[in-house]
T-cell receptor, first 110, second 115 residues
Framework: GNSVTQMEGPVTLSEEAFLTINCTYTATGYPSLFWYVQYPGEGLQLLLKATKADDKGSNKGFEATYRKETTSFHLEKGSVQVSDSAVYFCALNSNYQLIWGAGTKLIIKP | DTAVSQTPKYLVTQMGNDKSIKCEQNLGHDTMYWYKQDSKKFLKIMFSYNNKELIINETVPNRFSPKSPDKAHLNLHINSLELGDSAVYFC??????????????FGSGTRLTVV
């Protein structure tokens, strides 16, 4: 069946460091791919998405490219801030629902 | 102007009680969902309704019953609450049909604590 695998957290970085959170997927067909972010005490918010191979989603300095050949959708940011501390979820759509990764907690230290 | 609103935000109750969580969306979306998030942040879908019709009914205890009076509302009723029901419950909505590639809009969650 379809599935999403994310790197385990927590990921701890210093402010202004480069961020990569890995996400790989298994799916039949060509699903859309998503990154959601959950700040402490809040619901999930859509961060970015890509709907076809080689698409790049971007928002708030974050980017992710839909790589069909490696079945990946890694999240990157060039310079993280303390305010980026949150849990990040990778997801794909399948049969009218989203299939979720386990989430990766990101901690940014000043 | 809240898009997906859930009430209450916090709910503390004793084992064996019956409780309800309400969810409303003003986005005009056709599809609504209930998710359970455990202490490790793992998300588990529970139910989904499309235009008031149940389309996803995952393996959850039958003590949990969703009710959708119209496509803007999806409530969750829980009977005979147990300690293991303690979690954060999220409501979400999506356009449905061809629009569900736009992703979901989530409520801010209901933290349920059973004591």
């Amino acid at each position: 069946g379809n599935s999403v695998t994310q790197m385990e957290g927590p990921v701890t970085l210093s402010e202004e460091a480069f961020l990569t959170i890995n996400c790989t997927y298994t799916a039949t067909g060509y699903p859309s791919l998503f990154w959601y972010v959950q700040y402490p005490g809040e619901g999930l918010q859509l961060l970015l998405k890509a709907t076809k191979a080689d698409d790049k989603g971007s928002n708030k300095g974050f980017e992710a490219t839909y790589r069909k050949e490696t079945t990946s959708f890694h999240l990157e940011k060039g310079s993280v801030q303390v305010s980026d501390s949150a849990v990040y979820f990778c997801a794909l759509n399948s049969n009218y629902q989203l299939i979720w990764g386990a989430g990766t907690k990101l901690i940014i230290k000043p | 102007d809240t898009a997906v609103s859930q009430t209450p935000k916090y709910l503390v109750t004793q084992m064996g009680n019956d409780k309800s969580i309400k969810c409303e969306q003003n986005l005009g979306h056709d599809t609504m969902y209930w998710y359970k998030q455990d202490s490790k942040k793992f998300l588990k879908i529970m139910f989904s309704y499309n235009n008031k019709e149940l389309i996803i009914n995952e393996t959850v205890p039958n003590r949990f019953s969703p009710k959708s009076p119209d496509k803007a509302h999806l409530n969750l009723h829980i009977n005979s609450l147990e300690l293991g029901d303690s979690a954060v419950y999220f409501c979400a909505s999506s356009p449905g049909g061809q629009g569900w590639n736009y992703g979901y809009t989530f409520g801010s969650g209901t933290r349920l604590t059973v004591v």
